[in-house]
């Protein structure tokens, strides 16, 4: 039986990853992690270098997950970088795969996870949790996210726009994750739903990062200079 241990590594901060998450990174003889591009460094490292030792470094592996929508290209993205992945780990050493955040949640791992299941049994997998940006976010704003009986929708980037106002009618609390770009086309969604001008509402992006930003206001204030385009970035609405 061989191992592989998948770390969240959290909303980029190196200080928010959980103490078994650094021993199991700090311990890897081998590094591998998810980037967009071929030439593009992987965020999920970027967060961990400082807790490397640089004088035993893990052999690093970047594996390329490109920004598509085409079934076909991801499927063979998926079983490609599985492949790379499982052969690593045969190799007999410590193997780490990196993500941010949470594994389970909006996670390239959860491809790899299922690949690896299916064709690859004899690979012992240990998954090991990370905080999420959005209960990052919610302490640095100071938001109850959910509170009683109150529900609430996690959104993730690129919306049917159709079927987030339907869940907005039915939310006591709205949270859309990643990508900044499409922000501003929820606003009169969410006052159609029932948001009222009072409702909490916060921004931010870069979180855990010397970039960081966090804006909490009503949703009466916000205007055309309050949002973001950046691709990392969570904004917050909640009734009151």
């Given amino acids: 039986m061989h191992d592989l241990i998948c770390v969240g590594c959290g909303p980029g901060?190196?200080?928010?990853?959980?103490?078994?998450?650094?021993?199991?990174?700090?311990?890897?003889?081998?590094?591998?992690?998810?980037?967009?591009?071929?030439?593009?460094?992987?965020?999920?490292?970027?967060?961990?270098?400082?807790?490397?030792d640089k004088s035993k470094m893990p052999e690093?592996?970047?594996?390329?997950?490109?920004?598509?929508?085409?079934?076909?290209?991801?499927?063979?993205?998926?079983e490609k970088n599985t492949k790379i992945l499982a052969n690593k780990v045969m190799e007999g050493k410590k193997?780490?795969?990196?993500?941010?955040?949470?594994?389970?949640?909006?996670?390239?791992?959860?491809?790899?996870?299922?690949?690896?299941?299916?064709?690859?049994?004899?690979?012992?997998?240990?998954?090991?949790?990370?905080?999420?940006?959005?209960?990052?976010?919610?302490?640095k704003a100071g938001i109850s996210l959910a509170e009683g009986a109150e529900t609430m929708a996690v959104i993730p980037s690129c919306y049917d726009l159709s079927r987030v106002k339907e869940t907005a009618r039915n939310c006591d609390t709205m949270i859309f994750l990643k990508d900044g770009r499409y922000f501003d086309q929820v606003i009169k969604l969410?006052?159609?739903?029932?948001?009222?001008?009072?409702?909490?509402?916060?921004i931010g992006q870069d979180l855990g990062t010397p970039n960081e930003i966090v804006r909490k206001m009503t949703l009466g204030e916000v205007n055309e200079n309050t949002m973001t385009t950046k691709y990392f970035s969570i904004m917050v609405v909640k009734r009151v």
């Fill in 13 to 52: 901060d190196p200080e928010l990853l959980t103490v078994k998450g650094v021993k199991a990174i700090q311990d890897a003889e081998i590094i591998a992690c998810p980037t967009a591009k071929e030439d593009k460094p992987s965020i999920a490292l970027s967060v961990v270098e400082s807790l490397l």
């Fill in 60 to 78: 690093i592996v970047n594996l390329v997950f490109p920004m598509v929508k085409d079934k076909d290209t991801l499927e063979t993205t998926w």
């Fill in 95 to 139: 193997v780490v795969y990196l993500t941010v955040g949470d594994p389970y949640l909006y996670s390239t791992w959860i491809y790899l996870h299922r690949e690896l299941q299916t064709k690859y049994p004899n690979i012992k997998i240990n998954v090991i949790p990370g905080i999420v940006s959005m209960f990052t976010f919610a302490s």
């Fill in 190 to 202: 969410l006052k159609e739903a029932g948001f009222s001008d009072n409702s909490i509402f916060a």
